[in-house]
Structure formats: structure tokens, C-alpha cells
């Protein structure tokens, strides 16, 4: 063949490509160009040539061109898709890999490339539906199994997922993503070899934080607290700006019984280089220690940019109203309203008395649809406050809220509550969570598999459906009842245990549909015990608002009773005088 013949200069220019010299690649291609005019294949090369280069802006014009000539070509189309992806632009990759598929159905790489950015989403749902097929093939390779092993574990079928990651590491035993997810589900299972499993994925990717996270997560639910925190500590000798090591030491410090242990995350914000997260977890850590000055003093140390960050604005406002400082909450507040942190402006309206400003900072997001589990919390509180009708709406209409006693025998009720005394590792509450006086189980409780508490899912499961069917007709303007006929998941699960004089604060569930109590276990009553001791308490504000409104309901616990109400009801629980409560609890979301 002739050096100047395209087929030729095509041929040299893509084995000087695989080998990286990309310079002669380019000249081969150019004149092949030349000689065969606008030839999809070589303007493909050519496009792919320029991405590896980093010349984006020729990369995508040698796409255009290829694809003027072939339109239908489903690989085009998906390299096309990638180079998209890199620049940033996810929507119009999103629609290459469309394209792709509509020209040719089963075109494997496009429906991967688009589980990838339906995944990375948080559309995990989608993610499945391009990827099952391929999955379930005979011939899945590696890449492809890890992937749906990710998917499924977000869509909580952790099972699915371990036999997803299983598959992979038969056919690559090293795979570094596929070894630190089988980890990953191991710890959510509770399984006895969490820990082993993610020294075995660490020593794969030594540099893998998450992997060291996750190994001291491993640890804790072991039941060996000391060894999580040293391995938190030690990890962030290595990272010592990472947030999430930071957040999770407090944590598990706390819980271990070692209060407000903020001495690391304290000096890792004190660094010139702390990142706005670091600094957003640092000043949450001290809300939580209840040490409202350090929080005002923190934020105004901070450099202007910084401080202006509408979390750390809001914190500082909560912590002005906290000290009873309205001079300095006052012009704070009117900054942040209608920007992200208006519900707590809204809450400073409520607590200092003025309603009316709350209700109007939330409605507009709440009735145009957008507002959040406490947009809807605070805006309730307001119309209450205010005799405004749809208080009734929102709060009271028949069936919102309700109780059912489950067919759960004694016997059922005593293997459960020993299973989950035994879950029950930690010393102190969760400086996190609203319990006080008690302790909570890390991770998804129904992610476990022990027989009695897949069936208890199962149980549950069947009560959240005939809850949802026998809600008032669909609402579209209702923050539940516009999700009546949604499909429906338990999103997460965990059980409580409180000793003498535990409770829950009134608190809310941000990021449910329906939140829940299922009472396991309770404490024989004593005459002299408060006739409601105990009890759930739906609707009273939280006590940080000041503000003089009984609760919208009360429901008495008994063991085996299930309790299901939205979760933008807040809720809490009367104090025992001794004994223990143990309960279950967890939250529906959309599927």
C-alpha cells in the first residue's frame, strides 16, 4: 500500500495513538483528510485524538464534523458524550447518549456511559434500567458488574449488590472499586467480616479515605469504639482537613462516651487553609456541644467571603437567638431572608414572636411547591400560631397520622428486643440525633440480615402501603398527599434504646416522607409516674422556639404498636421515670 493512501495513513495514525505519539497521529490524519475528504472514521480519530490532548475546543468541532457525516453512529455519538461529560456539561451528554440509543437500541457503551451520569445523579433508579440487562449477561465483564453493584447498593438491595461485587471479583480478584464496595455492603449488612473486608480494599487503594472511614465505621459496630477512633485519628495524620474523618470522630467519640471531643476538628479549622466545609462542620459540631458563643465568635473570625456562607450565617443566627442577642440577630435575619437559610429566619421570626413574618418567608416556597420538610414544619407552627385554616389542612385532616397495633406476639416482641439490645454498642446518644439519654444503632437497621428483622421489614412494608391507601384523595398542593400514589421505600432504619429519663426532643426528619415508632419494649408504669410518661407527642414545637403550643395529637406506646405520621410533623416523647424504651423507627421516602 502506498504511504499516502488513506486506508494507510488511517492504519499508522491509530497505532501511533495507542502508543501515545500523538503528534504523528495528527499528521497522519490531516492528510488523510485530504485525500478522502470528510471521512467519518478519521474525523472520529481525530476527535478522540484531541480530547486525550486536551484540546477540547478541536475535540468538539472534529465531533461536530464527524457526526454531520455519520449521525447515526452510536459510538461517535457516545465518545461524543464522554468528551461532553468531561467539559462539565451533563445535560447534553445526557442527550448524546439518547441519540445513541435511539439510533441502536442495544448499544451496550451508550447505556453504561448513561447508568454512569444517571448514578452519579442520584438517579439510581434510571441507572438500573440501562444497566440491568447487561448485568445479568453471561458475558458481564468486570467494570460492568461493579457498576450495577453500586447501583444497587444505593437502591438499597444490599444483598443484590454483594452478589453484583461477588461476580466482579471472580473476574478481577484486585479490582479496587469492586473490593470497596463489597466492603461497603458488608458494613450496612452488619456482616462479622466488615472490618477484614475493608483492610483487604484499603490495602488496594491505600490512599482511599473513604476506605479508612469505612474500616473505622467497621470497628465501632463491631462493638470496639476504641479502635474506630484510633483509626479516625490516625487517618487524619494523613488528611487532616478531611471533613468527614472530622465529623465522624466527633461522633463516635461522643457516643463512646467522650462528650464534644472537638479538639481535632477545632485545630484543623483554625488552619489558613480550612475549607468552607470544614469550617460548616466545625461550627455545626459546636451548635451541637450547645456553645453558642464559640459559634458567634468563629464565624466573625472568619474572612468576609467566608463568613457571608448562608450555613454559617444561619448558625450564627440560631446562636444570636440562643443568647437573646436581637440586636445582632435583627439585621442578620433581614441578609438571609429568602435565600437558602429562611427557615431559620423563620424561626427567629417564631420564636420572637412574630408569626406572621414566618408565614410569609414560607409560604411563597411552600405553595409554589418547593419548600423543604422544615419549610412545611415552620410553616405549620405559623399558621397554628396565626388560627389560620390550613393548619387543619396540613396537620389534622383524617388519617394524616395514625397508629395499628401489629401482629407481632410476645414472643416475637422478646427475640426482636434482645436482638436489638445487642445492637445497641455505644455508650451516650448521638450528639447528631434527638435522643437524650440513650443510645441508637449506627447504619440501616433492615439493611441487617437476620431473619427476624428482614421479616419485620416485610411486616412494615404492608402497613406503610395500607397507610398510604387510606390517606385523604391526592392533594397536588399537599406536601403528602401530593405523594400519595408514589412508589415508596424505607430510606433508613435504626432502633433507639432510652434508660430512666430518656426522651426524644421535638425534632423533625428532613429528608422523609413518613417518619415512624415502633415500640419494642417499655418500662412497666408506677403510680407515681406522669399518666402520659412516655408517650409521642405530635406537633409541639421545639423548645428552643419558646413557644406555648400543645402538641396536634399524642400516642400512647405499647409494645408492638406502629406509629406512622409525615414527617414534617415535628415529634418527641415524654420522659419514663426508669426502665428502658426500646424502639424501632425509621423513615419512608420515594422510591
Same mark, same amino acid.
Given at each position: 500500500?502506498?504511504?499516502?493512501?488513506?486506508?494507510?495513513?488511517?492504519?499508522?495514525?491509530?497505532?501511533?495513538?495507542?502508543?501515545?505519539?500523538?503528534?504523528?497521529?495528527?499528521?497522519?490524519?490531516?492528510?488523510?483528510?485530504?485525500?478522502?475528504?470528510?471521512?467519518?472514521?478519521?474525523?472520529?480519530?481525530?476527535?478522540?485524538?484531541?480530547?486525550?490532548?486536551?484540546?477540547?475546543?478541536?475535540?468538539?468541532?472534529?465531533?461536530?464534523?464527524?457526526?454531520?457525516? =455519520?449521525?447515526?453512529?452510536?459510538?461517535?455519538?457516545?465518545?461524543? =458524550?464522554?468528551?461532553?461529560?468531561?467539559?462539565?456539561?451533563?445535560?447534553?451528554?445526557?442527550?448524546?447518549?439518547?441519540?445513541?440509543?435511539?439510533?441502536?437500541?442495544?448499544?451496550?457503551?451508550?447505556?453504561?456511559?448513561?447508568?454512569?451520569?444517571?448514578?452519579?445523579?442520584?438517579?439510581?433508579? /434510571?441507572?438500573?434500567r440501562d444497566i440491568e440487562a447487561f448485568a445479568a449477561a453471561p458475558g458481564a465483564d468486570a467494570r460492568i458488574l461493579?457498576?450495577?453493584?453500586?447501583?444497587?447498593?444505593?437502591?438499597?438491595?444490599?444483598?443484590?449488590?454483594?452478589?453484583?461485587?461477588?461476580?466482579?471479583?471472580?473476574?478481577?480478584?484486585?479490582?479496587?472499586?469492586?473490593?470497596?464496595?463489597?466492603?461497603?455492603?458488608?458494613?450496612?449488612?452488619?456482616?462479622?467480616?466488615?472490618?477484614?473486608?475493608?483492610?483487604?480494599?484499603?490495602?488496594?487503594?491505600?490512599?482511599?479515605?473513604?476506605?479508612?472511614?469505612?474500616?473505622?465505621?467497621?470497628?465501632? %459496630?463491631?462493638?470496639?469504639?476504641?479502635?474506630?477512633?484510633?483509626?479516625?485519628?490516625?487517618?487524619?495524620?494523613?488528611?487532616?482537613?478531611?471533613?468527614?474523618?472530622?465529623?465522624?470522630?466527633?461522633?463516635?467519640?461522643?457516643?463512646?462516651?467522650?462528650?464534644?471531643?472537638?479538639?481535632?476538628?477545632?485545630?484543623?479549622?483554625?488552619?489558613?487553609?480550612?475549607?468552607?466545609?470544614?469550617?460548616?462542620?466545625?461550627?455545626?459540631?459546636?451548635?451541637?456541644?450547645?456553645?453558642?458563643?464559640?459559634?458567634?465568635?468563629?464565624?466573625? *473570625?472568619?474572612?468576609?467571603?467566608?463568613?457571608?456562607? =448562608?450555613?454559617?450565617?444561619?448558625?450564627?443566627?440560631? %446562636?444570636?437567638?440562643?443568647?437573646?442577642? *436581637?440586636?445582632?440577630?435583627?439585621?442578620?435575619?433581614?441578609?438571609?431572608?429568602?435565600?437558602?437559610?429562611?427557615?431559620?429566619?423563620?424561626?427567629?421570626?417564631?420564636?420572637? /414572636?412574630?408569626?406572621?413574618?414566618?408565614?410569609?418567608?414560607?409560604?411563597?416556597?411552600?405553595?409554589?411547591?418547593?419548600?423543604?420538610?422544615?419549610?412545611?414544619?415552620?410553616?405549620?407552627?405559623?399558621?397554628?400560631?396565626?388560627?389560620?385554616?390550613?393548619?387543619?389542612?396540613?396537620?389534622?385532616?383524617?388519617?394524616?397520622?395514625?397508629?395499628?397495633?401489629?401482629?407481632?406476639?410476645?414472643?416475637?416482641?422478646?427475640?426482636?428486643?434482645?436482638?436489638?439490645?445487642?445492637?445497641?454498642?455505644?455508650?451516650?446518644?448521638?450528639?447528631?440525633?434527638?435522643?437524650?439519654?440513650?443510645?441508637?444503632?449506627?447504619?440501616?437497621?433492615?439493611?441487617?440480615?437476620?431473619?427476624?428483622?428482614?421479616?419485620?421489614?416485610?411486616?412494615?412494608?404492608?402497613?406503610?402501603?395500607?397507610?398510604?391507601?387510606?390517606?385523604?384523595?391526592?392533594?397536588?398542593?399537599?406536601?403528602?398527599? %401530593?405523594?400519595?400514589?408514589?412508589?415508596?421505600?424505607?430510606?433508613?432504619?435504626?432502633?433507639?434504646?432510652?434508660?430512666?429519663?430518656?426522651?426524644?426532643?421535638?425534632?423533625?426528619?428532613?429528608?422523609?416522607?413518613?417518619?415512624?415508632?415502633?415500640?419494642?419494649?417499655?418500662?412497666?408504669?408506677?403510680?407515681?409516674?406522669?399518666?402520659?410518661?412516655?408517650?409521642?407527642?405530635?406537633?409541639?414545637?421545639?423548645?428552643?422556639?419558646?413557644?406555648?403550643?400543645?402538641?396536634? %395529637?399524642?400516642?400512647?406506646?405499647?409494645?408492638?404498636?406502629?406509629?406512622?405520621?409525615?414527617?414534617?410533623?415535628?415529634?418527641?416523647?415524654?420522659?419514663?421515670?426508669?426502665?428502658?424504651?426500646?424502639?424501632?423507627?425509621?423513615?419512608?421516602?420515594?422510591?
Open positions: 500500500m502506498r504511504a499516502n493512501d488513506p486506508a494507510t495513513l488511517f492504519a499508522r495514525a491509530e497505532q501511533a495513538f495507542l502508543a501515545g505519539r500523538l503528534e504523528a497521529a495528527r499528521g497522519d490524519l490531516l492528510a488523510a483528510l485530504r485525500l478522502a475528504g470528510e471521512h467519518p472514521a478519521i474525523l472520529h480519530l481525530l476527535a478522540l485524538l484531541e480530547k486525550r490532548a486536551g484540546q477540547s475546543e478541536a475535540a468538539r468541532k472534529a465531533f461536530a464534523r464527524a457526526l454531520r457525516q =455519520a449521525p447515526d453512529d452510536p459510538q461517535i455519538r457516545t465518545n461524543h =458524550a464522554n468528551l461532553l461529560l468531561s467539559l462539565g456539561d451533563e445535560e447534553a451528554a445526557l442527550k448524546e447518549l439518547d441519540r445513541a440509543i435511539d439510533a441502536r437500541p442495544g448499544f451496550r457503551d451508550a447505556h453504561v456511559n448513561r447508568a454512569v451520569i444517571r448514578h452519579r445523579s442520584g438517579n439510581a433508579t /434510571g441507572a438500573w461493579t457498576l450495577a453493584g453500586q447501583i444497587r447498593r444505593d437502591l438499597g438491595e444490599f444483598d443484590a449488590a454483594a452478589t453484583c461485587f461477588d461476580r466482579a471479583l471472580a473476574l478481577d480478584p484486585a479490582r479496587a472499586t469492586a473490593l470497596a464496595g463489597r466492603a461497603r455492603v458488608a458494613l450496612e449488612r452488619g456482616d462479622d467480616d466488615a472490618e477484614a473486608r475493608h483492610a483487604t480494599a484499603r490495602r488496594a487503594a491505600p490512599e482511599n479515605i473513604a476506605l479508612r472511614l469505612g474500616e473505622a465505621l467497621a470497628a465501632e %459496630a463491631g462493638g470496639n469504639a476504641e479502635r474506630g477512633i484510633a483509626l479516625l485519628r490516625e487517618a487524619l495524620h494523613d488528611a487532616p482537613l478531611d471533613t468527614e474523618l472530622h465529623v465522624e470522630l466527633v461522633r463516635m467519640a461522643s457516643e463512646a462516651g467522650y462528650p464534644h471531643e472537638l479538639d481535632s476538628i477545632a485545630a484543623a479549622a483554625a488552619r489558613p487553609e480550612a475549607s468552607l466545609p470544614l469550617h460548616q462542620a466545625y461550627v455545626t459540631a459546636l451548635a451541637q456541644a450547645e456553645r453558642p458563643q464559640d459559634v458567634i465568635e468563629h464565624v466573625d *473570625r472568619l474572612a468576609p467571603a467566608m463568613r457571608a456562607d =448562608a450555613l454559617l450565617s444561619a448558625q450564627q443566627l440560631a %446562636a444570636f437567638d440562643t443568647l437573646d442577642m *436581637r440586636e445582632h440577630a435583627a439585621p442578620l435575619a433581614e441578609r438571609l431572608a429568602n435565600g437558602p437559610a429562611t427557615v431559620f429566619v423563620a424561626r427567629h421570626a417564631l420564636r420572637f /414572636g412574630d408569626p406572621q413574618r414566618a408565614a410569609s418567608l414560607l409560604e411563597a416556597r411552600c405553595l409554589a411547591g418547593t419548600g423543604s420538610v422544615a419549610d412545611w414544619a415552620h410553616l405549620g407552627i405559623a399558621w397554628r400560631l396565626l388560627g389560620d385554616y390550613r393548619a387543619a389542612w396540613l396537620f389534622d385532616q383524617p388519617g394524616l397520622y395514625r397508629w395499628t397495633d401489629l401482629e407481632l406476639s410476645a414472643e416475637d416482641l422478646v427475640g426482636l428486643a434482645a436482638l436489638l439490645r445487642g445492637l445497641h454498642r455505644t455508650r451516650a446518644h448521638p450528639v447528631d440525633q434527638s435522643l437524650r439519654g440513650g443510645t441508637q444503632t449506627r447504619g440501616s437497621l433492615f439493611a441487617r440480615r437476620e431473619p427476624a428483622l428482614r421479616a419485620l421489614a416485610a411486616m412494615l412494608d404492608t402497613a406503610i402501603a395500607r397507610h398510604m391507601a387510606a390517606l385523604p384523595p391526592a392533594d397536588p398542593a399537599h406536601p403528602l398527599l %401530593a405523594r400519595r400514589d408514589a412508589a415508596l421505600r424505607i430510606s433508613g432504619s435504626w432502633s433507639v434504646r432510652l434508660g430512666a429519663s430518656g426522651f426524644h426532643v421535638s425534632h423533625i426528619h428532613p429528608q422523609g416522607l413518613l417518619s415512624s415508632a415502633l415500640y419494642i419494649a417499655l418500662p412497666e408504669r408506677i403510680p407515681a409516674d406522669d399518666d402520659r410518661a412516655g408517650w409521642l407527642e405530635l406537633g409541639r414545637p421545639p423548645a428552643e422556639l419558646e413557644l406555648d403550643l400543645p402538641p396536634v %395529637a399524642t400516642i400512647e406506646p405499647r409494645p408492638g404498636r406502629l406509629a406512622l405520621f409525615p414527617s414534617y410533623m415535628f415529634h418527641g416523647t415524654r420522659p419514663f421515670a426508669a426502665g428502658e424504651r426500646l424502639t424501632v423507627a425509621f423513615d419512608v421516602a420515594l422510591r
